[in-house]
C-alpha cells in the first residue's frame, strides 16, 4: 500500500511521464483537487475508470477527507494523489493526507513531473543557486507587506504564484519594497503555446503589466538582493 503524489501537466500534456499514467493505471483510488479535469485528463489518455474510484480533494474538504483517505490506506488500498496541474502539495492541498499516510505507517511516493515554480525559475535568466519558493501571497495588504518586507534582505531569488488578475495589483509594492532596479521576471502559460517570458527590473515590469495585463496563470520572480537588472530589457518574450 502506497500513498502516490503524482505530477500532472502544467499546460502540455506531452509533460505527463510513462511512470505518471502507470501509476494512474495501477490505483484503485485518485482523489483529485478537481475531479472534472481529472476526468478530461484521464480522457485524454484513454485511462478507464472501470474499478477506480475519483474521489475530490481539496482545500474546501482536506481536513475531513484526510483521515478517511488515510483509513483506506491503512486498509491496503493504494491511492493517487493529484492536483489541478503541476506537483501536488505545491501550493496545493496535500499535506495533511501525507501527514496521516506517514503517522499510519504507509510509504508516500512522490511520482515527479511539472512544477510551474521550477519551470519558470530555470527560464527566467535569474540566478538558480538558491531560492525560496513563497507560492501565493495572502489577499490581505498588512499580511502581504509583511512576508515581502521579511525577504527583501534575502540573497536568493524569490518565486512567487499569482493570479493574473493580482498582479498589477501586487507588483507596486514589491517596487516599493525591493526597489525598481531589482531583476525580476513575470513568467506565464508556462509550458503551452503562448508561453512567455517578461524579464525586466521591477519597476519597468509594473509598468509594462499595468498596461498590458496578463493573461493565465503567473509565477513572479525576484532576483536576491545585490543582485542587478539584466543590461538588455528588450529580451524577446519566448524563450
Known sequence: MALYLVATPIGNLSDFSQRALQTLEKVSLIAAEDTRSARRLLAAFNLSMAGKELVSYGEHNEKDAAPRLAEHLKNGQDIALISEGGTPLLSDPGFRLVRAAL????????????????????????????????????????????????????EETLVFYEAPQRVAKVLPEFVEIFGADRA?????ELTKIHETFWRLPLGALAERVATEPPRGECTLLVAGVGRHAPENEDEPDRV
Not at 525580476?184 to 506565464?188: D, G, H, I, T
Open 184 to 188: 525580476a521576471c513575470l513568467a506565464r
Open 103 to 154: 503517522d499510519e505507517g504507509v510509504a508516500v511516493v512522490p511520482v515527479p513531473g511539472a512544477c510551474a515554480a521550477l519551470v519558470a525559475l530555470t527560464g527566467s535568466g535569474l540566478p538558480v543557486h538558491g531560492f525560496i519558493f513563497r507560492g501565493f501571497l495572502p489577499k490581505k495588504p498588512g499580511a502581504r507587506r509583511r512576508i515581502l518586507e521579511s525577504l527583501k534582505n534575502r
